[in-house]
T-cell receptor, first 113, second 108 residues
Framework: EAQVTQNPRYLITVTGKKLTVTCSQN?????MSWYRQDPGLGLRQIYYSMNVEVTDKGDVPEGYKVSRKEKRNFPLILESPSPNQTSLYFC????????????FGPGTRLLVL | SQQGEEDPQALSIQEGENATMNCSYKTSINNLQWYRQNSGRGLVHLIL?????REKHSGRLRVTLDTSKKSSSLLITASRAADTASYFC????????FGAGTRLTVKP
């Protein structure tokens, strides 16, 4: 089944404890991206990747890192999480970019205490 | 910053009625997409309209695009309770920008 998977789905952590949220797609898509969703603000793009080893900042990259070593995986890293990073996170992929349908993962709900 | 801005923020209608949601955007676009999100879940793509198209249909969905006004509308006809969800418009060249969404409630 073609899909985007994220792990974990739910995470409670404490300020400053490094964490990684994984994202994987099995559709051989070139474009992958991360979003956060906060009430009243819609989705805001954190980082995106046009292809392997190519990543770019989105609207709200501060406090996040990403890597794209393989086509299928695009992990989101929070080196030192803070409470203002409490949010719902989505990973998405598409064949070649924003001009095409984005396929979303199920989301990761993160609470930083 | 958000590219798309949906209007209204919330809409409540009765089953069988039509629902219209509007989206305005700020910069030039290649296409505009509409997505649906059921409470807290991942977004699902509904329809994509290209900048050289004015109207597009998909089942009970009708999307219009007016590039001179930088606006788009999504019409859901004969709404059902199952259409209750949030609807977002999105545009982008390399990065992707979503609006804050319209929360639609369809009452049985």
């Amino acid at each position: 089944e073609a899909q985007v998977t994220q792990n974990p789905r739910y995470l409670i952590t404490v300020t400053g404890k490094k964490l990684t949220v994984t994202c994987s797609q099995n559709m051989n898509h070139e474009y992958m991206s991360w979003y956060r969703q906060d009430p009243g603000l819609g989705l805001r793009q954190i980082y995106y990747s046009m292809n392997v080893e190519v990543t770019d900042k989105g609207d709200v990259p501060e406090g996040y890192k990403v890597s794209r070593k393989e086509k299928r995986n695009f992990p989101l890293i929070l080196e030192s999480p803070s409470p203002n990073q409490t949010s719902l996170y989505f990973c998405a992929s598409s064949p070649s970019g924003p001009r095409e349908t984005q396929y979303f993962g199920p989301g990761t709900r993160l609470l930083v205490l | 910053s958000q590219q798309g801005e949906e209007d209204p923020q919330a809409l409540s209608i009765q089953e069988g009625e039509n629902a219209t949601m509007n989206c305005s955007y700020k910069t030039s676009i290649n296409n505009l997409q509409w997505y649906r999100q059921n409470s807290g879940r991942g977004l699902v793509h509904l329809i994509l309209i290209r900048s050289n198209e004015r109207e597009k249909h998909s089942g009970r969905l009708r999307v219009t695009l007016d590039t001179s006004k930088k606006s788009s509308s999504l019409l859901i006809t004969a709404s059902r309770a199952a259409d209750t969800a949030s609807y977002f418009c999105a545009t982008g060249i390399n990065d992707m920008r979503f609006g804050a969404g319209t929360r639609l409630t369809v009452k049985p």
